[in-house]
């Protein structure tokens, strides 16, 4: 995904990106709620933008035509104003059966299979398809908490994309807070909204409290939510609301589906 708008510029994400993206990573949560939650654990402190680079080397490694990660590039000044990473399923069926092709995912899994390609290792941050919650009796209240949103998560996936499903989804999408207003956003989801559309495929996406707004501009509809009473978590570990607050107050995840526009 490479173009060119006016005043800024598309082109893909390259190693020497990373640390900008990191810290535009880092930015774009800076006032997320339940990420700051997860940030106060008072032993195990979640560090956002410290998992990106991480993030970003496994999205690199995946094979060409399963992510694609692109920067909006301010033309004045050369700076980096954000990026969008979408994920594409939109291989047409090959009659491969499902157990055929678990049964080749094993064996790259536990390196038998032929040749020098290996599977991927997932990021510690994300949360795989094949995720099973194991309610572990030695977890803290936020881990237990972690359980229920990855769960949560994996159980969307499952529904939303069966074996032989074709669409689109955002892994994720940030602008620098300084850029946002200018419609880079806009510029960023459409990258793949046009393509979806011209694959006549839908979109999904798990929603962030402060990205709603950005996708349902972009033609997402609610398909499923998650709501956390944050307080109650943080509760149960004397985790205290931030300064100038009385309430950590409820926060709402968002699964959203956008279907493909017609031609």
Not at 68 to 78: I, L, P, S
Not at 80 to 90: N, P, S, Y
Not at 173 to 193: C, D, N, S, W, Y
Request: negative net charge.
């Amino acid at each position: 995904m490479s173009s060119t708008t006016s005043t800024f510029t598309f082109s893909p994400v390259v190693p020497v990106d990373v640390p900008a993206l990191t810290e535009i990573s880092g930015l774009g949560f800076a006032n997320d709620r339940h990420t700051l939650l997860k940030t106060a654990h008072p032993t195990r402190p979640y560090d956002h933008a410290g998992g990106m680079p991480e993030s970003f080397e496994y999205w690199r490694s995946l094979p060409p035509g399963k992510l694609e990660v692109t920067k909006a590039v301010d033309n004045e000044t050369g700076q980096i104003m954000g990026f969008v990473c979408w994920a594409t399923k939109l291989n047409k069926p090959d009659g491969q059966s499902a157990q055929q092709k678990e049964t080749q995912d094993a064996s790259t899994a536990d390196g038998n299979a032929e040749g020098p390609e290996r599977k991927p290792k997932l990021p510690a941050s994300a949360t795989p398809p094949d995720y099973v919650k194991t309610t572990s009796p030695d977890l803290d209240p936020l881990g237990q908490l972690e359980e229920l949103t990855s769960a949560h998560f994996a159980d969307f996936q499952k529904r939303m994309m069966p074996e032989g499903t074709r669409c689109m989804y955002v892994v994720g999408i940030t602008v620098h807070p300084k850029f946002q207003g200018r419609g880079v956003g806009e510029a960023l989801m459409r990258l793949g909204t046009q393509r979806a559309d011209a694959e006549g495929v839908f979109c999904w996406v798990h929603s962030s409290e402060d990205g709603y707004a950005l996708y349902r501009k972009c033609g997402f509809e609610i398909a499923d939510t998650l709501e956390i009473d944050l307080d109650e978590w943080a509760r149960k570990m004397d985790i205290k609301p931030p300064m100038g607050d009385e309430k950590w107050g409820k926060y709402t995840f968002r699964y959203m589906v956008r279907q493909p526009k017609a031609a």
